[in-house]
């Protein structure tokens, strides 16, 4: 399995930007995915996740802000985020959890948020 992240670049405080994560590999289809960040000197921490029923589950510092959702037929994952603030800024990494629980990792993609 590999995951392919993109989108991430340098936005003003207030707005948006759009992750994309590819997921690749046969055990890939129908598992749960989702985003984690790593902001300088801090801790991974979970941002979103989205199961293969639809289900959805945030973070409380993006709730409201950030939607996850996914395309099943071209097995991708996007994070939709709104009303970014600095402390948004980090390195963003898709996650996939295999049919043995191991948690996968993509490359990551730098988001900053900066006037």
């Known amino acids: 399995v590999q995951l392919q992240a993109s989108g991430g670049g340098l936005v003003q405080p207030g707005g948006s930007l759009r992750l994309s994560c590819a997921a690749s590999?046969?055990?890939?289809?129908?598992?749960?995915m989702g985003w984690y960040r790593q902001a300088p000197g801090k801790q991974r921490e979970f941002v979103a996740s989205?199961?293969?029923?639809?289900?959805?589950r945030y973070a409380d510092s993006v709730k409201g802000r950030f939607t996850i959702s996914r395309d099943v037929a071209k097995n991708t994952i996007s994070l939709q985020m709104n009303s970014l603030n600095p402390e948004d800024t980090a390195v963003y990494y898709c996650?996939?959890?295999?049919?043995?629980?191991?948690?996968?990792w993509g490359q990551g993609t730098q988001v900053t948020v900066s006037s």
């Open positions: 996650n996939l959890i295999d049919t043995g629980g191991r948690d996968l």
């Open positions: 590999g046969n055990r890939s289809r129908g598992r749960p």
């Open positions: 989205i199961y293969s029923n639809g289900y959805t």
